[in-house]
């Protein structure tokens, strides 16, 4: 299980990693293909409907496993980096001769998964068990930006360079964190959040930036922590909000969109969100993520996912 310092080394590393992966050769998906997910994977899938424009459908697989008839004549991709969790296999078994194409986005190529679809895009990593999605979300992120028919040929090494400079935590910890993004920055969000709640073991709640100020804003104490991510908010909602929350007291920092590209622009973003979870986690002492001296939360996430 890696530690805090060899994810930092892991997050350092994979901009060469993004970079050779960018030349592989994969085809754009047709229209109405569906990107199935759960956890980080479920954040990729939101990632690639919004960079399709629509043109792809993001879905949860235990969703799809209650409604297989969803995918008839259409492609299935489904996105998991180790190819074995139960939902992905029980609803790629479903949608197996109801699909017209079925196929896996992993790291593992032997993998029960891998196995049942009809074509597999190997992830060029190798696949630990119960280790932080950095490197494996990061890949399976450029995967499906590349089945949803988005240039994959952005400056990684430039966007992990400014990721370093707007990295500075929001605050994790006092009380909830709300991460907040529109369009495609919502999947950042989601994803974000996911590692919050992984490596730091904090309350974090990840939300549309529009439907925040319907709904948790209500609830929203002094004691949290409100992140907004700047990039593909085309009305300055992000800079509107934190300065009204700012104006009324409630802690609001708003991360920069930076980038040439649609590309670059979102894994600017993804890479803040894993530096600041990273270093905010390196600054308090963990050695590890939390979760993994979670016996007990462990074993019944195991007993529910595989």
Known sequence: MGGIDSLLVEFEEQSATLTAFARARIRRASGGTLLVGAGDSYAAAMAGFFASNGRCIAMDPYSLAAAPEVARGLEVYFISASGRTASNVSAARKVKGIAKV???????????????VDRVIPLPMEYRPRKVGILSFSLSLLAVL??????????????????????????????????????T?????LYTGAKIYEVLGAKAQAELLEEFSH?????????DQVCIFSCFD???????????????GYSARVIPSRG???????????FVGQL????????RGLSEPRFAGSAQRLRASDSMIY
Do not use: C, Q
């Open 234 to 248: 085309p009305g300055g909602m992000a800079k509107k909000l934190a300065g009204t929350l700012g104006e009324s």
């Open 146 to 183: 590349r089945l949803a028919g988005r240039d994959a040929s952005p400056d990684f090494r430039r966007a992990l360079a400014n990721a370093r400079k707007d990295a500075r935590s929001p605050g994790i910890g006092g009380g909830t964190t709300y991460i907040l993004g529109n369009s």
């Open 260 to 270: 040439n590209t649609f590309v670059e622009r979102l894994f600017h973003s993804v």
């Open 276 to 283: 600041f979870v990273l270093e905010t986690a390196s600054k």
């Open 215 to 223: 709904l948790e804003l209500f609830s929203l104490t002094k004691h």
């Open 102 to 116: 079925t196929g896996a986005i992993t790291a593992v190529e032997g993998s029960t998964l891998a196995g049942i």
């Open 185 to 189: 920055g919502y999947a950042v969000a």
